[in-house]
């Protein structure tokens, strides 16, 4: 019987359109359904706090450069990922990525907390010369990086795009987004104390690329790779994570 009923719709040009729109539409209610409970599936994050200028900064450059081609920033809820990478990744998690960066292609391993795994020095050299750390990698080399001079100016206009797209942002971060991008790559100077007062003390303050006078894209990158998982603990407290929230200061 089913082959003549669909032989009969077939012949019904409004009864075929009609039809079609029903069954796309299936696909169209699966993904909209969930929007309507998003305040109960996010998760509640109280900690969680916003990218730094500094952090923003080295995540403009992780996506002019591609990182995202070969690296994934989401960890599926597969026993096998959480082993290897830590707790599987919470939608609170990139409640302030925009644009979200969870990908999907591998070709290296996923970067969702690879915050505090390594040193700064570790990164530096790692972005100079994947080599020269692991022998057997096909990474490609961004040694220019740490001869780039960051540009200050910009900071205070990306800070008020993400703004314009959504993230709380005040207008002192705004303002003060160059001055704190310096602070935090320059410990023990006045500036490093504003980014602790607007961004909270947990706040990695440091010469990420080893040289204290200039601000490079290596120091904004490194800040950024190292805050990658870290932006609240809430993944640590709601999924059975194996292991305690890592300390940001070691
Ligand atoms: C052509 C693919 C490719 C691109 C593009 C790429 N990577 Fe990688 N990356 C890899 C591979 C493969 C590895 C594993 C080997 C290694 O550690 O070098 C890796 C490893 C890493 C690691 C160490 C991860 C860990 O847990 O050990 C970091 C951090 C990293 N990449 C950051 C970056 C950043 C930042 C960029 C962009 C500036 C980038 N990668 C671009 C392929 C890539």
Redesign the pocket.
Known sequence: MPEIFHRKLERSAIGLVIAIIAAASVGGIVEIAPLFTIDETVEEAPDMRMYTPLELAGRN??VR???????SQMIRTLRDEVER?GPYSLAVESKYDRPMLWGSKR?????AR?GG??SDFW?VA??TN??D??P?????A?RW?ARTSLKMEDLPLHLAAQKALGVPYTDEMVENAARDAYGQATPDTDFAAGVATRYGDETQVSAFDGVKTDVTEMDA?VA??QILGRLTGAAYENTAAPEGKPNPEG
Request: aromatic letters at 18%; charged letters at 15%; glycine letters at 6%.
């Open positions: 450059i992780y450069e591609g990182c995202y081609a070969c690296h990478y070709t290296g391993p996923d970067l690879v795994k390594y990164h790692h972005l994947p080599r750390v692991v057997e990698s096909n990474m490609p961004y990086l990158l950024y790779l």
